[in-house]
């Protein structure tokens, strides 16, 4: 649940599902019915996935999460300084049982039945910094820690302007993103790891899907896949009954921050 402490005149509190996802077209945003809304929370979501955390209210006092370096690099550091507490319910996991796909022009995303949680992201950029690059590995916390958490968004210089008339990244410097110009990236140090783009689709892809309220035994596969085709298998998945199911493993796993 995110609680908005800036808003005292209605309700202010969201609990996160997949039909609260009002907008995904630059980020992740959810509403409640009295429309109250929030923005960016998905690498925060893939924090919480990664780490194991199935319990949590988060206070903000404003619109948007803050975006800190473009990755869920600080989530992850402040997560562990304040610690988890462990609970005796059972942690709950959403088994893919048949294939679900969606398709957005050359854009796909889709999810197969799988004993553990993976993911395939690829993407393809014009760019020369970019290029094709694929990346497919098991979705636990070890991997998260060591390969994914600290990959940093991405955006094109001539591209800012617009986020910023959409009331986003109003923050956003190098500081917090890798900004590309042509086939240059503008940011002093470079990137922080090999393919740090797909990586970092990849952990918006986890968080993304944490709107189910709960990780996945099935394998993600996307192509070009952003936001707004995570959501919109978010909500396949939930339109067809058939092709998943709730299971659970021992309460002693369970763990909540």
């Not at 290029?131 to 991997?143: A, H, L, M, R, S």
């Not at 790891?193 to 986890?206: G, P, Q």
Request: glycine share 8%.
């Amino acid at each position: 649940m995110f609680v908005r402490t800036d808003i005292t005149d209605r309700d202010n509190r969201i609990v996160v599902s997949g039909d609260v996802v009002v907008d995904a077209r630059l980020n992740t945003m959810i509403e409640n019915g009295a429309g109250v809304r929030l923005s960016t929370i998905e690498h925060l979501m893939a924090a919480f996935c990664a780490l194991g955390i199935s319990n949590a209210v988060v206070e903000v006092d404003g619109p948007e999460l803050p975006i800190l370096d473009g990755s869920a690099l600080p989530f992850v550091q402040l997560l562990d300084r304040a610690g988890f507490r462990r609970q005796e319910a059972p942690v709950r996991f959403i088994e893919i049982l048949q294939p679900v796909h969606v398709t957005d022009g050359d854009k796909h995303a889709a999810l197969y039945p799988c004993d553990r949680y993976e993911m395939r992201f690829e993407i393809d950029f014009a760019t020369s910094v970019i290029g094709n690059q694929v990346i497919d590995f098991v979705v636990d916390e070890p991997t998260f820690r060591s390969e994914i958490m600290a990959a940093r968004t991405f955006g094109f210089a001539h591209k800012v302007e617009a986020l910023r008339r959409a009331g986003l990244a109003r923050g956003g410097s190098l500081e917090n993103a890798v900004v590309i110009d042509g086939d240059e990236i503008l940011n002093p140090g470079g990137l922080r790891m090999e393919r740090e783009f797909v990586r970092h689709k990849a952990l918006d892809a986890i968080g993304d899907l944490y709107v189910l309220g709960a990780p996945l035994l099935g394998r993600y596969e996307g192509y070009k896949a952003g936001h707004a085709v995570n959501n919109q298998l978010v909500r396949a998945l939930l339109a067809a009954p058939a092709a998943w199911r709730e299971v659970v493993l021992e309460p002693e796993l369970a763990r909540a921050g």
